[in-house]
């Protein structure tokens, strides 16, 4: 099973408004597209032969740039979606702060442990996800897999084999990609640094 690179998408206005946009159909920003310019870039010389992404309209239109720029196929693959928000879909942090106060709490603290109606759990999203970034490490050639922040955090967690608990401590701006090695159990930055070093670090105050 080789190495799978992963992206997040370029940025999209929601992510400035710290608002959970979930399967919104809004495109990405021009600062977004710049990103994912820059991501083909960055991965030009990893002889990437596909592209997959998620099925939301930011992922998909920075897949398109990238396989665009590369000259190679694009798939879409809907375990690569967003994590399913239920009732935060489409409200800020604020708003869910205000409506779900106690559940905002738990999610802050122990994302781990959060369970409501009509919402994917941690766990559900990275018994989607993993399968996902396997079947890309079988594949013929090399893959890029173009996400979104959850299914980042939630792969990387599973791969590096520590607890969901741990789902706040990682940080995954847009754009950002990540080198996924499923046979060593590893996961680095392509821009550089370990994420198991990077996470042995003392914990900073939860991040939303």
């Known amino acids: 099973m080789r190495t799978v690179l992963v992206a997040r998408h370029g940025e999209v206005v929601s992510n400035g408004l710290r608002r959970y946009a979930g399967g919104s159909s809004e495109p990405l920003t021009e600062r977004g597209a710049d990103q994912a ?37 694009l798939r879409l693959d809907p375990r690569l979606n967003e994590m399913i928000l239920g009732p935060w879909e489409g409200l800020t942090e604020e708003e869910v702060e205000r409506q779900f106060p106690e559940a905002y709490r738990l999610w802050n603290h122990r994302p781990d442990q959060l369970a409501l109606d009509g919402r994917e759990t941690l766990t559900a999203l990275a018994r989607r996800v993993v399968p996902a970034l396997e079947d890309a490490g079988r594949a013929e050639g090399a893959v890029l897999c173009v996400t979104h ?24 701006p847009n754009g950002e990609s990540f080198r996924f090695d499923l046979a060593c159990r590893s996961v680095e930055r392509m821009a550089g640094g370990s994420l198991a070093v990077e996470l042995a670090r003392p914990r900073a105050v939860p991040a939303a």
């Open 37 to 73: 310019e820059a991501l083909a870039t960055l991965v030009a010389e990893k002889g990437i032969r596909e592209v997959w992404t998620s099925e939301v309209a930011r992922a998909v239109q920075t897949a398109q740039i990238v396989s665009a720029r590369l000259g190679v196929a």
């Open 149 to 172: 922040v959850a299914p980042v955090r939630v792969a990387a967690l599973s791969v590096l084999g520590l607890p969901l608990s741990r789902y706040k401590g990682l940080q995954v």
